[in-house]
């Protein structure tokens, strides 16, 4: 059972407000992901980290930003939010050697009024 | 680049039939292949994945997948669905030069009616 945890899980919030979506893991695994995912649609890649003080971007551009000073923690930050950004939110992570597996938290469903 | 297709948005099938969810993914040297399935409102739970050996997977809740390689695609069954199998299922690859990223495909709807 993956321990994986993102917080909160469902927000509902007025245009131009700054945003954080927190994502935690106790695995101790070094790789983490940030994904979107509209409803009833794919998911899109948007951030991603293999350890502590590395981050990239994903293949579909977001205006989100992200950080990981530590390995277990890999918050997202959003500076002003937009109604654009409706959407889920998903965090996963992953053993940094081979091919794992993706573990992944509940989501944080976000809607921006 | 890697791409992956799932060619049904959308399954229905009664309880106890059999059911197949299909995916296929682009060629490429070496391949390894997930499938995920999404409840409402939860994140997604790993069902199984091929890394290497079997080309037959065996994963939870009595799901099964072949890898075929010259067909490049990666079908999900099982013998005889409940309910409970009600979900979003997605398959995922990732190869050498996605470094360990995964690529999804749109989604299959499976809906298990009784």
């Known amino acids: 059972e993956a321990d994986i945890y993102q917080t909160p899980r469902y927000l509902v919030i007025g245009t131009g407000k700054k945003i954080t979506l927190e994502c935690s893991q106790t695995?101790?695994?070094?790789?983490m992901y940030w994904y979107q995912q509209d409803p009833g649609m794919e998911l899109h890649l948007i951030h991603y980290?293999?350890?502590?003080?590395?981050?990239e971007k994903g293949d579909l551009s977001s205006e989100s930003t992200v950080s990981r000073i530590r390995t277990e923690h890999f918050p997202l930050t959003l500076e002003s939010a937009r109604p654009s950004h409706t959407s889920q939110y998903l965090c996963?992570?992953?053993?940094?050697?081979?091919?794992?597996?993706?573990?992944f938290g509940d989501g944080t469903r976000l809607s921006i009024l | 680049a890697q791409s992956v297709t799932q060619l049904d948005s959308q399954v229905p099938v009664f309880e106890e039939a059999p059911v197949e969810l299909r995916c296929n993914y682009s060629?490429?040297?070496?391949?390894?292949l997930f499938w995920y399935v999404q409840y409402p409102n939860q994140g997604l739970q790993l069902l199984l994945k091929?890394?290497?050996?079997?080309?037959l997977v065996k994963g939870i809740n009595g799901f099964e997948a072949e890898f075929n390689k010259s067909q490049t695609s990666f079908h999900l069954r099982k013998p005889s669905v409940h309910i409970s199998d009600t979900a979003e299922y997605f398959c995922?690859?990732?190869?050498?030069?996605?470094?360990?990223?995964?690529?999804f495909g749109q989604g299959t709807e499976l809906s298990v009616k009784p």
């Open positions: 060629s490429s040297v070496s391949v390894y």
């Open positions: 980290s293999y350890g502590v003080n590395s981050t």
């Open positions: 695995m101790g695994h070094d790789k």
């Open positions: 995922a690859v990732s190869d050498y030069n996605q470094g360990g990223k995964l690529i």
């Open positions: 091929y890394l290497s050996g079997s080309t």
């Open positions: 996963a992570s992953s053993e940094f050697e081979g091919f794992q597996p993706q573990h």
